[in-house]
T-cell receptor, first 110, second 113 residues
């Protein structure tokens, strides 16, 4: 039973526009949420995170929003750049275990 | 080391053979995780080591899979009698105890023919 779900396997966005990647979770005990970015033939790299006590965290072009009542997490990338094209995984932490979604492949078109 | 190192980067084996995958975590990181990513799938948790505590093996898919961590550092994931469904990228990650972020290696791509 997947506790973290990314329902969109892919997303295509024009350069300069906003990319919105979504993630849903089922476990209300998750206390920390993360987004990772993965290029082909490389391991996932940490992008941005948010504690369960916050609802927004911003880092440059990347903003993560957390809606605890809806058990929903989203990543906004503004403006999107071709170099952002990658697979994005959301993850959630419960004690020492990290649960990952299935990933969303983002394609930013020049 | 500066990052998490995994070897081999690629391994092709025949069905029924045993394979060993190695992970060298970041120096000082006491927590070590193994995940696998099958084609088109997300990251599936396999096993978690923390210091000298008993590992959390709850994600190992069958008794053909085992892992050990020697001296609290290097870890080896062993798959016995490999099957075609074992084909995947096996990812190792490490962190400081209680940290909120994992640092991943580049992965070992296993292909079972």
């Amino acid at each position: 039973d997947q506790q973290v779900k990314q329902n969109s396997p892919s997303l295509s966005v024009q350069e300069g526009r906003i990319s919105i990647l979504n993630c849903d979770y089922t476990n209300s005990m998750f206390d920390y949420f993360l987004w990772y970015k993965k290029y082909p033939a490389e391991g996932p790299t940490f992008l941005i995170s948010i504690s369960s006590i916050k609802d927004k965290n911003e880092d440059g072009r990347f903003t993560v929003f957390l809606n605890k009542s809806a058990k929903h997490l989203s990543l906004h990338i503004v403006p999107s750049q071709p170099g952002d094209s990658a697979v994005y995984f959301c993850a959630a932490k419960d004690f020492n275990k990290f649960y990952f979604g299935s990933g969303t492949k983002l394609n930013v078109k020049p | 080391g500066a990052g998490v190192s995994q070897s081999p980067s690629n391994k092709v084996t025949e069905k029924g053979k045993d394979v060993e995958l190695r992970c060298d975590p970041i120096s000082g990181h006491t927590a070590l995780y193994w995940y696998r990513q099958s084609l088109g799938q997300g990251l599936e948790f396999l096993i978690y080591f923390q210091g000298n505590s008993a590992p959390d093996k709850s994600g190992l898919p069958s008794d053909r899979f085992s892992a050990e961590r020697t001296g609290g550092s290097v870890s080896t994931l062993t798959i016995q009698r490999t099957q075609q469904e074992d084909s995947a990228v096996y990812l190792c990650a490490s962190s400081l105890y209680g940290a909120n972020v994992l640092t991943f290696g580049a992965g070992s791509r296993l292909t079972v023919l």
